[in-house]
């Protein structure tokens, strides 16, 4: 069975929101979108968002890494959303894989929201329905779109290729290689989900930094100095240059 998922190059995301603010522009509308998210500081925000992208500092100076972690719907293989749905709006298409709720269906109850472990399920307040990424599931079924288009707008928005899209049950589909050759793995696996959605790991760099580097050659304050540099100056020493 055609599995379809994301697969998102952490070593490559730099966090610009391109995916967040092109999954808003098509997914949602009215009281969801666009970028609509009410109160976002406050002890309850509130707001439809699909895709959004967490950020995170690893580390200490100066080896600190800053890290990127976008998060959506993992269109598990094993999804526990579905089950709980007493009214079956919750459910995932056989054919390729994709978890879909239906909104004729839906009541808000939120059982789908407390079933899922990765926090992927919110609720449209105006329509009182549960939300989630679909994947654009409306776009990458449009056989009237040319090939390349069928594909997220978050994959199509991306200026980092740090996101892949494909069927992860083809072995020789793009999304599989990468899983394979560059050890992609599943978020919380433990959970028994089977998330579709995969990840691949950021290789560690180690910068190895003398002290004598953390001081810029081409410090601007420098210019304006006649005096000779010898290297073991201050910035207080320095303050006047320039004034």
């Known amino acids: 069975m055609t599995q379809l998922a994301l697969v998102i190059d952490l070593n490559v995301c730099v966090g610009c929101h391109a995916c967040v603010t092109s999954c808003k522009e098509w997914n ?101 329905v549960m939300k989630k990424c679909t994947l654009c599931i409306d776009r990458i079924s449009d056989e009237t779109l040319p090939e390349r288009d069928r594909k997220p707008a978050c994959v199509l928005a991306c200026p980092t290729n740090a996101r892949l899209f494909g069927d992860i049950h083809d072995p020789d589909s793009e999304v599989s290689v990468a899983i394979r050759e560059r050890g992609g793995y599943q978020l919380m696996p433990e959970w028994g989900t089977k998330p579709a959605n995969h990840y691949l790991p950021r290789r560690r760099t180690q910068f190895h930094i003398r002290p004598d580097e953390l001081t810029r050659v081409d410090n601007p304050w420098r210019k304006e100095d006649i005096t000779p540099y010898t290297g ?10 320039g004034s």
């Not at 079956?88 to 939120?110: Q, T």
């Open 28 to 128: 949602t509308s009215g009281w969801a979108g666009p970028l609509t998210d009410y109160n976002p500081y406050e002890s309850s925000p509130r707001g439809t968002f699909f895709n959004r992208v967490q950020t995170f500092e690893v580390g200490t100076f100066p080896n600190a890494e800053t890290i990127h972690f976008p998060k959506s719907c993992l269109h598990c293989e094993e999804p526990p959303c579905v089950p709980v749905c007493p009214t079956g709006a919750s459910y995932k298409r056989p054919d390729n894989g994709v978890v879909l709720v239906d909104y004729e269906k839906c009541i808000g109850c939120k059982y789908c929201s407390w079933a899922c472990p990765y926090g992927a399920r919110e609720l449209d307040e105006q329509q009182k």
């Open 232 to 241: 073991e100056e201050t910035i207080d020493d320095m303050a006047w240059v």
